[in-house]
């Protein structure tokens, strides 16, 4: 059976990509963010995993707001980065893991979640960049799995809804007939709002909370509803909905714990809290 190794938070500002792409990772203003990095570089070198599961928010790349998926999988061989508008050059296409594709979405049908399966699928920044972030040097060493998870436009699924979800990824994972190690991603948050009168709205307190309840009490968010969620961290905020499915995703499998290997916390980058987050799972 495959072996679930652990689970990376992380935002996935599209300016991170520009910084990347100029070379500014000791400026003074992007140096405090990807000082979080060096740790769980040197993790994932040592744990060597080779499929990534991505919980992840798509932003009009693929899905817009006259067609949106409250579920989406990929099944595609690859996933192409395409340009966003951005001005940041597009990344390599990503290597899909489809055999581990079938197996989520399947297992995922049998649980009576109504998703829609993409056997082409267009990704943007959310996939592209945490990749770039934990894999900087050379191509990616992995292949991946996308998940995709509505944050943009309401109804949004509830957060109980969604860290059911993830574990339900999660059993799919750890029932694969494969002896690959698998990690899941989880792209997006922290709390920020980029419109309205709350814009540039910021809440440490919560996201510092959230961000250790995911090591003590993992179901701590899904008490709130969407509309408590998005009052407490932003309307983009909503984002942490995929940092939920990827712990629920740890909840399973070999071994019953997880202990944290690094996080980090900074504000503000492009009005956004940035968190960063890694756990592994131990039995």
Not at 9 to 26: R, V
Not at 187 to 193: D, N, Y
């Amino acid at each position: 059976m495959a072996k679930i190794i652990g689970g990376l938070g992380t935002s996935h500002i599209p300016a991170i990509g520009g910084a990347i792409h100029k070379g500014l990772q000791q400026d003074p203003y992007w140096k405090p963010f990807f000082d979080g990095f060096p740790p769980i570089h040197e993790w994932l070198k040592a744990q060597k995993p080779d499929v990534m599961v991505i919980f992840y928010n798509d932003h009009g790349l693929n899905f817009f707001l006259d067609k949106m998926p409250t579920f989406a999988v990929g099944a595609a061989p690859q996933y192409v980065n395409s340009d966003e508008g951005w001005g940041i050059p597009s990344l390599e296409a990503l290597k899909g893991e489809v055999d581990l594709s079938w197996q989520i979405i399947n297992h995922l049908v049998d649980k009576e979640f109504d998703i829609t399966t993409c056997q082409e699928l267009l990704v943007d920044h959310a996939c592209s960049l945490p990749l770039k972030l934990f894999f900087p040097e050379g191509n990616y060493p992995v292949t991946v799995v996308p998940v995709c998870i509505n944050t943009v436009q309401f109804p949004l699924p509830k957060a109980h809804r969604v860290y059911t979800l993830g574990r339900a990824v999660g059993e799919a994972v750890a029932a694969w007939d494969s002896s690959k190690k698998v990690a899941f991603i989880a792209s997006g948050g922290l709390s920020h709002q980029l419109e309205g009168t709350r814009a540039g709205f910021i809440n440490k307190d919560f996201d510092l909370k959230f961000m250790e309840s995911l090591l003590t009490n993992p179901e701590w968010a899904t008490q709130f509803s969407i509309h408590e969620l998005v009052e407490k961290t932003g309307t983009q905020g909503i984002e942490l909905l995929t940092w939920l499915a990827m712990r629920a995703a740890l909840t399973v499998g070999e071994g019953a714990g997880v202990r944290k290997v690094h996080s980090n916390y900074h504000i503000p980058i492009s009005n956004t809290a940035t968190g960063l987050l890694a756990l592994e799972k131990v039995s």
